[in-house]
Nanobody
Framework: QVQLVESGGGLVQAGGSLRLSCAAS????????MGWFRQAPGKEREFVAA????????YYADSVKGRFTISRDNAENTVYLQMNSLKPEDTAVYYC??????????????????WGQGTQVTVSS
């Protein structure tokens, strides 16, 4: 079956960096958009970043633009999220999403068919 497994989360001080990885198995996503979302306690899941099938197009939430970078390695069926200059408000569970289409709905959760289990990112002040 299809699985998305995130890794790389943890505890970091404000201003620090983390790199999240999401390894997919069970099918290839080399022709699909992939994305990252996050959910803080008591809040709805929100869009963070998305990348098209080739990696040539990316899109970011305003709150992370200039600090986070999404990338992918289709040979490894893996998507990454490099997070720099982290802030306490970045604290959340981060989810990888795959199987979407890179279009107007790329920021919506319903666009994606597959989800990972999430990885916790905690930024201390």
């Amino acid at each position: 079956q299809v699985q998305l497994v995130e890794s790389g989360g943890g505890l970091v001080q404000a201003g620090g960096s983390l790199r999240l990885s999401c390894a997919a198995s069970g099918r290839t996503f080399s022709r699909d958009a992939m994305g990252w979302f996050r959910q803080a306690p008591g809040k709805e899941r929100e869009f963070v970043a998305a990348i098209n099938w080739s990696g040539g197009n990316t899109y970011y939430a305003d709150s992370v633009k200039g600090r986070f970078t999404i990338s992918r390695d289709n040979a490894e069926n893996t998507v990454y999220l490099q997070m720099n200059s982290l802030k306490p408000e970045d604290t959340a569970v981060y989810y990888c999403a795959a199987g979407g289409r890179y279009g107007p709905g790329v920021t919506d959760t319903w666009e994606y068919d597959y989800w990972g289990q999430g990885t916790q990112v905690t930024v201390s002040s």
